[in-house]
């Protein structure tokens, strides 16, 4: 019976590190109850150490992912697929830049505002979203805030 529990909480070790490298929880998950189930049958076989069985194979697996997620950055797999590298302005990644000079200006909505839709300024068509509520087709309105391609209108009173 002893055999059976080292068998189950080393495929439990060795599913839970192929977590690692397979997302989506299933190897984890049958992992995980491999490893609860070799502890119930280790603890069934030598009652007197269950506190000592439990507390090493916690100590085991939490050893194990510490270790994992230590090292796998450094293998060859963990270069392949772990990005180390990031998307820097100075190298040309940026996001889309508004244009902040049409804070202020008064357009006239293009399509129903629900709350998107397409406003026109000086025969321009831009996404807007409206602040708050709807605003029908050929109302006019105010461009009130620009956050990079996010443009917020309202109502003219």
């Not at 609860?36 to 069934?44: E, F, M, P």
């Not at 076989?45 to 090493?56: E, K, T």
């Not at 090292?71 to 990031?86: A, F, N, V």
């Not at 293009?110 to 050929?138: C, N, Q, S, W």
Request: net charge neutral; with cysteine; hydrophobic share 50%.
């Amino acid at each position: 019976m002893i055999t059976w529990a080292v068998l189950l909480y080393i495929a439990g070790i060795l599913l839970v590190f192929a977590e690692f490298f397979v997302p989506g929880g299933i190897c984890g998950v049958i992992g995980g109850m491999a490893i609860v189930v070799s502890c119930l049958l280790a603890c069934y076989a030598y009652p007197d150490y269950s506190l000592f069985i439990v507390i090493g194979q916690f100590l085991g697996v939490l050893i194990g992912v510490i270790v994992g997620f230590k090292y796998l950055p450094r293998t060859r797999l963990g270069k392949t697929i772990i990005l180390e590298t990031s998307q820097q302005p100075e190298d040309g990644y940026v996001a889309a830049s508004g244009n902040e000079a049409l804070v202020g200006r008064e357009a006239e909505t293009f399509t129903p505002m629900r709350p998107a839709g397409t406003i026109l300024v000086d025969g321009k068509k831009y996404d807007a979203v409206a602040a708050g509520t709807h605003i029908e087709k050929g109302v006019r309105v105010r461009i009130i805030e620009v956050r990079g391609s996010r443009i917020v209108v309202e109502e003219v009173q």
